[in-house]
């Protein structure tokens, strides 16, 4: 099913038509589609019925002023089938009526069924639609129920969220195709907080001035906006003790309740409008979207009143900078002595760890500061600070309002470090990769180790837009800056020069600046540098030193208070795990990456970790937990080279195991632009390429490996490169081969690896008719795979072995400790947690953690969740 304009729908289209394939196929049912207002229920309701050209159409929509009207709602879905509608029926009797009509007509053609707003459909309508719904199943009749939240419970639900922000731009191009100034598109994507309509109405609403460039931008809906009105109606219903209670949640974004006294009495009447929630002791604003236009709605009389009441009520001691954002929210501008108390607030909250706090303080100090300098100066921290706390967007925001302010050069320097490193971790790369090379100019002479960071991250940068040209500029850019005697500078310089050497081509040459950079690290505190260390161990082959290098750098990017950089320090950490075949210790680091990741707002890590999620599993054989995990990173991993290159990878494992060689040898050609997924999907390449005939694909593939892991000296390396000429080779030539490859792998204690290649040599022996020899290569690998919980690769050893004529079922190996994967179920399990809330957690399928609970439970010696919980308290 396609829909025009609806980005950032594909789960909610593909679940949709899902439901039109399963009532085509006379096994049909119902879906809840739910959200809240202007986030684009109505919009595929109707590309569901533009998708059902073959079906019959019924649309029915509940309304506010008929919700009083008992069976409006069902006269309504009578109209549509053409039926009488009884009254002097039970309501039971209707009902069946209802369904009996709908169950023949669909004998006809399908019948779909869209219900909006259903959340105002009278109650008895209600009762009696729901009633047909739960009767779809079996029938060509499909039922789509779209209102807000919550669900019903009764039926499967799409949610629907809020979109991202790329997403976002995507539809403000389909309503503005003669394009936005870029500040004012960044604006109203922020401004409308991911929700469709108010994008619409907002893009609708610019002015020439606005499009221009030459006005600023809106700050809230227009006051005609349909969504603007109806939180206007939600809060025009509110009682008056209701109304003060929202203005001064309003006012306040979030209050804790054990401030307030008589104003909680309304507290069930404002949160059953869904204009503010509860959440713990603390009440909030649901969402910024609702905030700006309760905000433009209130009277400056009543928003004053409001700040002045929550200043008092806080002012106990305990909250003095919430008191002081109250007085600044409506005091004189410029006022320098509250200014100066703001920040001096901001700082206290930073040292504390508070960024969000410190960053609004910072703002409002910035607002009441007349001193250009000094007002540039407390934007940056705000910005900065608001980053830390996981708000990019609000911190692109807090810069744009930097810019006019920026004629000092450090100032500018430092807005764009900070610029950059948002658009690397959370934008575009290719403009991070911009504005760093800007920010290292700007601070080159002030702060020299600014300026290296700046051109650390731009490197970085083009690798993550997959710009090897801009590398090799940067690269020149930082062999020019000045090196005096600080270690920073001169592990940047070998760093550079490393990497630009492999890029090339020249392993040898990159040997010793990569060897430097790794000793280097050892003098230089701070994440940064042990991560490009952990990066350069990688490269160097030596993946035991890149997993200490990339652990230390957790260790500090957790311990400096920020946890900025942790996201992209775990994904090193995941790659030496994986290098080293720790895949629960690899899929451990992209769990808590990625979650790190959310939770920083940084969705460009966040794409890197599912990757590296998906790849594990592919390469473990997991096809299913492979594709769960793609399907959620194809669309965000486009425009990076990166998790693109890992993508394509995990799609050839994944391919190779169903016995396509062609389509993954294809597949993997697409991970040429990456240099190194190139190299490290050699093994793939060569093993497709032999499996499909193409053996000059092969040779050339190996070449390029073989002049890399004869640079390491890496046996773990070097027993992969033999392992491919084996797969080249024939007759005694390929069994010496296998032979070195096994001494390798086990000399590198690489077991997986050496599983692989058992598996592969003894199918070699098994099939030139050597199965004595083939049969303990083969039980070693099926052995080896169910340690790894491979299941299929231990399903293959384990058929290859039977046609090698093991005659016994062997049983699985005995007294082995839980795996971490296995042990972190058991815990989830143990805290009470189902298998679906289990498999969303850690990124799995729920047939997959069903899988797991079975090997615990044949592990331990249980049968049930109850001992499994007994065991783990």
């Known amino acids: 099913m396609s829909g025009t304009g609806l980005h950032g729908r594909d789960s909610a289209l593909a679940a949709l038509s899902g439901l039109l394939a399963r009532a085509r196929g006379k096994t049909g049912g119902t879906l809840e589609v739910r959200g809240e207002p202007g986030l684009g229920r109505t919009a595929l309701l109707d590309a569901a019925a533009r998708a059902a050209d073959d079906f019959r159409v019924l649309r029915l929509r509940g309304s506010a002023g008929e919700k009083a009207l008992p069976g409006a709602g069902l006269l309504q879905l009578s109209e549509a089938l053409g039926t009488a509608c009884d009254s002097a029926d039970t309501d039971f009797a209707r009902y069946q009526n209802f369904t009996r009509a709908l169950a023949e007509a669909a004998r006809e053609r399908p019948v779909l069924c869209c219900v909006d707003d259903v959340d105002q459909l009278d109650p008895l309508s209600w009762q009696g639609i729901s009633f047909c719904a739960r009767r779809a199943d079996g029938h060509a009749i499909a039922f789509l129920l779209a209102g807000g939240p919550p669900s019903t419970g009764d039926f499967p639900v799409v949610p629907l969220h809020p979109l991202g922000a790329e997403a976002s731009r995507r539809l403000l191009d389909d309503l503005v195709p003669d394009g936005l100034p870029p500040d004012l598109a960044e604006e109203l994507v922020a401004l409308a907080s991911g929700n469709p309509l108010a994008l619409t109405e907002l893009a609708d609403a610019l002015t020439p001035g606005q499009l221009a460039g030459t006005a600023p931008p809106p700050v809230a809906l227009p006051a005609e906006s349909r969504l603007r009105q109806r939180f206007r109606c939600r809060y025009d219903r509110l009682s008056p003790a209701a109304q003060g209670l929202v203005r001064l949640v309003v006012a306040a974004g979030r209050v804790r309740s054990g401030i307030l006294a008589d104003e909680l009495r309304a507290l069930d009447e404002v949160t059953g409008s869904r204009l503010v929630h509860e959440d713990g002791d603390v009440i909030a604003v649901a969402g910024q979207l609702t905030r700006s236009c309760l905000i433009a709605e209130m009277s400056w009389a009543d928003r004053y009143a409001a700040h002045e009441k929550l200043a008092k009520l806080l002012d106990d001691g305990q909250h003095p900078l919430e008191v002081l954002a109250h007085r600044a929210a409506i005091a004189p501008r410029p006022d320098t002595t509250l200014a100066d108390e703001l920040a001096e607030a901001a700082s206290r909250a930073r040292q504390a760890s508070d960024y969000e706090a410190a960053s609004g303080a910072y703002r409002q100090a910035a607002d009441l500061t007349a001193e250009p300098r000094d007002r540039a100066l407390r934007l940056l921290s705000a910005a900065r600070d608001s980053w830390l706390a996981g708000q990019a967007q609000h911190s692109r925001v807090l810069l744009r309002r930097l810019r006019p302010l920026t004629c000092d050069r450090t100032i500018r320097g430092l807005a764009a470090l900070l610029a950059g490193e948002i658009e690397l971790r959370d934008g575009a790369p290719a403009a991070g990769h911009r504005s760093l090379l800007e920010a290292a100019d700007d601070l080159g002479s002030a702060d020299p180790s600014l300026a290296v960071t700046a051109l650390m991250r731009a490197g970085e940068a083009t690798f993550a837009a997959g710009n090897l040209h801009g590398f090799f500029t940067t690269a020149e850019r930082a062999h020019a800056l000045l090196r005096p005697s600080e270690p920073l500078l001169h592990l940047m310089t070998d760093h550079f020069s490393g990497l630009e050497a492999v890029l090339r081509g020249e392993h040898e040459r990159a040997r010793e600046p990569l060897r ?311 815990k989830l399990v143990a805290a009470g947690a189902t298998n679906r809330e289990i498999a969303a957690q850690l990124f799995l399928s729920p047939r997959t953690v069903e899988h797991h609970l079975r090997n615990i439970f044949a592990k331990l010696g249980i049968r049930s969740r109850v001992e499994l919980t007994t065991l783990f308290r």
């Open 516 to 826: 430097r950079v790794v000793t280097a690290a050892a003098n230089v505190p701070g994440c940064a540098p042990k991560a490009w260390a952990a990066l350069a161990a990688l490269v160097l082959g030596d993946d035991q030193r890149a997993q200490e290098l990339a652990a230390q750098a957790v260790a500090a990017a957790t311990g400096d208070g920020s946890g900025v950089l942790a996201p992209w320090a775990l994904d090193f950490l995941a790659h030496a795990a994986l290098r080293l075949d720790h895949y629960a210790s690899a899929a451990s680091a992209a769990v808590d990456g990625l979650r790190l990741a959310q939770a920083a707002g940084q969705h460009n890590c966040v794409v890197h970790h599912l990757a590296m999620l998906a790849l594990l599993a592919a390469r473990l054989g997991d096809r299913e937990t492979a594709l769960l995990r793609l399907a959620n990173v194809t669309e965000d991993a486009r425009d990076l080279a990166g998790p693109k290159a890992l993508n394509a990878w995990a799609r050839a494992c994944l391919e190779l195991t169903e016995d396509r060689p062609a389509d993954a040898l294809e597949r993997l050609r697409a991970v040429a632009p990456n240099p190194f997924v190139r190299i490290m999907a050699t093994p793939q390449v060569v093993e497709a390429a032999v499996r499909c005939g193409e053996r000059a694909a092969a040779t050339e593939a190996l070449e390029r490996f073989d002049e890399w892991a004869c640079s390491t000296g890496s046996p773990a390396q070097l027993a992969l490169s033999q392992r491919c000429q084996a797969l080249l080779a024939a007759g005694e030539e390929a069994d010496e081969h296998f032979r070195e490859a096994l001494r390798l792998h086990r000399r590198a204690d690489r077991p997986f690896e050496l599983a692989r290649t058992e598996l592969f040599y003894g199918e070699r022996l098994r099939r030139h008719r050597k199965p004595r020899n083939a049969r303990k290569y083969l039980r070693s690998a099926w052995q080896t795979f169910q340690r790894y919980e491979a299941t299929y690769w231990a399903d293959r050893a384990r058929a290859e072995l039977r046609a090698a004529g093991e005659a016994v079922e062997l049983p699985a190996p005995a007294g082995l400790d839980l795996t971490p994967q296995q042990a972190q179920i058991s």
